[in-house]
């Protein structure tokens, strides 16, 4: 059971509402309120009144990314050209699973638009449709990409769980800048039907909140699969654990990224884990990422049509259709960037083609067996850690955003999970460390994980509230 738990529904819901008034029109991370956000709940106390508790998380509130289908909402990924659509005619699988667990969904969150796979020169936190998420912990800093509205969301307090999607750094990214826990799970642990698709082979929704153990039991039921993640989320498990620290690339590029990390990993270490390091990934040449650009591309021009076929009413039934939408609304979608990645995936090869295919196989062979398998096999490592990202950069809606370095890059090219914790406030600004591992090790990481959580909240507490400043 997450901590602090309502004494009802109706209670949590009336308060998060009073909480929205006050800080939503700071961060805006909130792009769609339910209306019937307090029937649910109403429902569900009933519900629990009677006896018929449907599990751990009966009655809790959670937000979920505005490109994860809801029958009673609208889901736009962002843009205008779903904005005035019906809402979908049945819930994405994961959402339905909510419901089955008695959660009230009590809104959708803001996204880069289409997961930020629209253009090179995106600003992450923008969508034409909901406009600009802002940093809880500094109004002019980045809340990150894709799943912005979601992490801003947690760090705010205006939810105490949501659901993220990530591809490629989209929930682990916003999870690092806003202060917040987020795991994207091994690809295929949580099901991706009614979820507006990049790609098949990379594409992941996942939970954030504001503690391992609260994200652990939302995963729980997104996952659907009778593992309890939560019963891993609890401290005093790092004894005997062995930690990888691949310095070469991963780290040495945010001083204040490596500072925080170091202290981390200190505290890993003095809770009993076997810190192993120069645990290094073999160099990924740039190949692997012009191959991962091209399978996003050919498996987005794909699945987008045939996620948009599944839309009533009258909606962009292809790529093409999109591209088409926004050249002829440059003053709202293309105010502040184009859609260079859009046009490249119509000029290029289709999913399933041998180039596509060839591609995914260089990939998936650098990344698993050459690359974070080997490494986990050569040393015996139950995980890797490494910082997460750098402290979060300013909004420039005007220049193309810049990351020095970031951590998300070969488990999103194998289709393996993270988890991300944030460790301390840098210069005013959360940072935050990641933990690495194979396919289906979500119960180890969350294990250490909370391991180390427990023990960054014996050194130095949780991470301070936001307060919302306008600058940093």
């Not at 736009?76 to 667990?101: C, E, H, I, K, N």
């Not at 490249?344 to 083609?353: C, R, V, W």
């Amino acid at each position: 059971m997450p901590a602090d738990t309502p004494a009802s529904a109706r209670s949590e819901v009336e308060a998060l509402l009073a909480r929205a008034e006050v800080v939503e029109p700071l961060v805006n991370a909130i792009c769609t309120p339910h209306p019937g956000a307090l029937e649910q709940a109403d429902l569900l106390d009933r519900e629990a009144a009677e006896g018929r508790v449907r599990g751990p998380l009966h009655g809790r509130a959670v937000l979920v990314k505005d490109n994860i289908d809801t029958h009673d909402l609208p889901t736009t990924a962002g843009s205008l050209a779903l904005a005035d659509a019906p809402p979908p005619s049945r819930d994405a699988a994961l959402v339905q699973r909510l419901r089955d667990a008695g959660l009230v969904v009590l809104g959708k969150t803001n996204l880069s638009e289409w997961a930020n796979i629209r253009d090179e020169s995106s600003a992450s936190g923008w969508s034409a449709h909901g406009g600009l998420t802002r940093n809880p912990y500094a109004l002019n800093r980045s809340a990150g990409g894709s799943s912005s509205g979601s992490g801003a969301a947690i760090a705010a307090g205006l939810a105490p769980l949501a659901v993220g999607t990530e591809t490629d750094g989209s929930i682990t990214c916003p999870a690092a800048f806003n202060g917040c826990v987020g795991i994207k799970p091994t690809v295929g642990t949580v099901p991706t039907d009614g979820v507006v698709p990049i790609s098949a082979s990379q594409d992941s929704p996942g939970p954030m909140a504001r503690t391992v153990r609260d994200a652990a039991a939302l995963l729980t039921v997104l996952a659907g699969d009778g593992r309890d993640f939560a019963s891993y989320a609890v401290p005093g498990r790092l004894a005997g654990k062995r930690l990888g620290v691949p310095r070469a690339t991963y780290w040495a590029y945010s001083t204040h990224a490596d500072a925080a990390a170091e202290r981390a990993v200190a505290l890993l270490a003095a809770e009993g884990a076997t810190i192993v390091d120069a645990t290094d990934l073999p160099e990924l040449p740039d190949q692997v990422w012009e191959d991962e650009l091209l399978v996003l591309l050919a498996e987005l021009r794909s699945g987008l049509a045939d996620y948009l076929a599944t839309r009533p009413g009258d909606v962009p039934r292809t790529l093409e259709e999109v591209v088409a939408f926004n050249r002829a609304h440059p003053d709202t979608e293309l105010a502040h960037f184009g859609q260079s990645l859009f046009e490249k995936a119509l000029d290029g090869p289709l999913a399933g083609s041998p180039e596509h295919l060839a591609a995914r196989a260089r990939g998936v062979a650098a990344t698993r067996e050459g690359g974070i398998d080997a490494v986990l096999r050569a040393h015996d490592l139950d995980a890797l850690v490494t910082p997460s990202y750098a402290p979060a950069h300013p909004i420039d809606l005007v220049n193309p955003e810049h990351f020095g370095g970031s951590c998300s890059g070969p488990a999103a090219v194998a289709g393996y999970p993270l988890v991300t914790v944030p460790t301390e406030l840098a210069a005013g600004l959360p940072v935050a460390v990641s933990f690495w591992g194979t396919a289906g090790s979500e119960a180890t990481l969350v294990e250490v994980a909370a391991g180390y959580e427990a023990a960054r909240d014996a050194s130095t507490g949780p991470l301070p509230e936001p307060t919302f400043p306008t600058f940093v």
